[in-house]
C-alpha cells in the first residue's frame, strides 16, 4: 500500500465532507475517538445558546419554552435509529453504571427465581462492579455474579442463569460479539440479556429490535461525540415496560412528577427510567453533536472503519521495525469493532511518544496499545501518517525515554 492509494480512498470516501463538520485541532492526528468522540462545531453553538440565552436570560422559564424537560426523550428518539430501537424504547440519562444498576435490577425482578448474572472475565470494570455492588447490596441469594472467558459463553447458558451481561464490542481487543445469536440462544434457556453498547453505538450498525434484545446502556461522549461526562442512554423494549418498576425511583421517573404526590406511582412506558433532574447543558451539547448523524448510513460507517482498520494493519505490517507490536484485535474485519489493539511491553511509553508527535491514541493496561477509527472524521491520510510517525518512534527508539514512562492519574 503506498501513498498514492491512501489519496485515493479519501477522493472516493462517501463520508469524506462529514470531517468539515468537526472542529479538529491542528497538527493533530486524533485516534482515541472510541474513548473521547471530537468537537462538533455545532455543539460550540448550541452550548454558547443555551448558556447565555436559554440559562442567561430566560432562566426557569426554559424548562417550558425551551423544552428542557423534554431532552431525555428527544435525545434518546434520536440515538435510537443509530441502535436499531423503535421509538419510545430509549432514554437520555444519568451514567452507564447509574443505569446498569436500573436495568440489572429491572432483570433480576423479571426471572426472580434465578441469581446468576453471567459476564466475562475482560468485561469492562465498571459492569462488573455494578454486578458485585448490588450482590454486596441484596446478598449472593438474590444475585451472583459469574464470570466465563468470551470464547465460553455460549456453554455457560444454562437455566440457572437470570441475566446475560455483555458488552458488543471488547474494550482492550475490540473483538465483535455476535448479539443475535447470544441473545437467541439466552432467550431459548429463559435468560434476560443486558447489552452495554459503550463501543459499538455510533461505531457500527447495532440491530437491538431485530435481535429481540431485552434491554441495553451505551454513552454518549465516545463515538456519538456528545463530549466529557455526556450523559449515558439506556434501552429497553417495550414488551418489558408495563411489567417493571425501576429501583431508583426519583420524582423525573414518576407518573406525574410536577403534581408532588407523596407516593411515588412510576410513569407507564420508557420515562420510568429516569431518576433525578436532567443535565441540561451536557444534555443540549449531546443533542446538537446527534444532529451529524442525521444524514449518515451506517452501513457506510462500518465499511469506512473496516478499510481505516485494514490499512493500518497493511501499513502496520510492511514495516519490519513495527513487528514487535502484536495484534490482538482479530484479523477478520467482521469479528472486531472500530478499533485495533496492539501488545508491545512498552505500550505505554511508545503511546505517550505518539501523542507528544501529535498522535493521539490511547493505553489500557497491562500492555495494549489501542487506536480508535471513527468514520466520520478519520481520514485515510490520518492513518498513513500516524504510522510514518510510529516508525520513526520505534525506529529512533524515543520512546525509551524516561518522560515517555511518567504516568499520570488518566491512562
Not at 448550541?46 to 419554552?65: F, T
Not at 426523550?73 to 440519562?93: N, T
Not at 446527534?290 to 472503519?305: A, C, F
Request: contains cysteine; hydrophobic residues 45%; glycine residues 6%.
Amino acid at each position: 500500500m503506498n501513498f498514492d492509494e491512501i489519496i485515493a480512498l479519501d477522493k472516493a470516501d462517501p463520508l469524506a465532507k462529514k470531517r468539515l463538520e468537526f472542529d479538529l485541532p491542528a497538527n493533530t492526528i486524533y485516534l482515541d475517538g472510541n474513548s473521547l468522540g471530537a468537537l462538533p462545531k455545532s455543539v460550540k453553538s448550541r452550548v454558547a445558546e443555551v448558556v447565555c440565552q436559554q440559562w442567561g436570560n430566560d432562566l426557569i422559564k426554559s424548562w417550558n419554552s425551551h423544552s428542557w424537560i423534554d431532552l431525555p426523550i428527544k435525545v434518546g428518539e434520536k440515538i435510537a435509529p443509530i441502535i436499531g430501537a423503535a421509538q419510545g424504547q430509549v432514554i437520555c440519562c444519568d451514567s452507564i453504571s447509574v443505569n446498569l444498576f436500573k436495568l440489572l435490577c429491572s432483570a433480576l425482578t423479571l426471572n426472580s427465581e434465578r441469581t446468576v448474572v453471567l459476564s466475562t472475565t475482560d468485561n469492562f470494570p465498571t459492569d462488573l462492579y455494578m454486578v458485585q455492588g448490588l450482590s454486596d447490596l441484596l446478598g449472593p441469594d438474590l444475585c451472583q455474579l459469574q464470570m466465563v472467558e468470551e470464547q465460553d459463553i455460549q456453554q455457560n447458558l444454562t437455566e440457572s442463569v437470570a441475566v446475560l451481561l455483555l458488552t458488543q464490542v471488547n474494550f482492550r481487543t475490540g473483538r465483535l460479539l455476535d448479539m443475535a445469536k447470544l441473545t437467541q440462544l439466552a432467550h431459548e434457556k429463559g435468560i434476560i440479556v443486558i447489552w452495554d453498547l459503550a463501543h459499538s453505538a455510533g461505531a457500527l450498525p447495532v440491530e437491538l429490535d431485530t435481535c429481540e434484545a431485552d434491554f441495553a446502556v451505551g454513552c454518549g461522549y465516545k463515538y456519538l461525540n456528545g463530549g466529557p461526562g455526556s450523559p449515558a442512554f439506556l434501552y429497553v423494549a417495550k414488551r418489558h415496560q408495563q411489567g417493571l418498576k425501576q429501583p431508583l425511583s426519583g420524582w423525573m421517573g414518576h407518573a406525574k412528577p410536577f403534581a408532588f404526590d407523596a407516593k411515588y406511582a412510576p410513569a407507564p412506558n420508557i420515562n420510568q427510567f429516569q431518576c433525578g433532574t436532567p443535565s441540561v447543558i451536557s444534555m443540549s451539547a449531546l443533542d446538537a453533536a446527534l444532529d451529524v448523524w442525521q444524514d449518515v448510513d451506517m452501513l457506510q460507517i462500518r465499511n469506512k472503519s473496516e478499510a481505516l482498520a485494514d490499512a493500518f494493519i497493511k501499513l502496520i505490517q510492511m514495516n519490519d521495525c513495527l513487528q514487535d507490536l502484536v495484534l490482538c484485535s482479530p484479523e477478520i474485519a467482521q469479528q472486531r469493532g472500530s478499533q485495533l489493539a496492539f501488545s508491545h511491553n512498552d505500550a505505554f511509553a511508545i503511546c505517550q511518544a505518539l501523542i507528544e508527535k501529535g498522535v493521539i491514541a490511547d493505553f489500557r493496561a497491562p500492555n495494549i496499545l489501542r487506536f480508535g477509527f471513527t468514520p466520520l472524521y478519520t481520514s485515510f491520510e490520518d492513518i498513513w501518517l500516524a504510522v510514518t510517525i510510529l516508525v520513526n518512534i520505534v525506529e529512533s527508539e524515543e520512546y525509551k525515554e524516561p518522560r515517555f514512562n511518567i504516568t499520570q492519574k488518566v491512562t
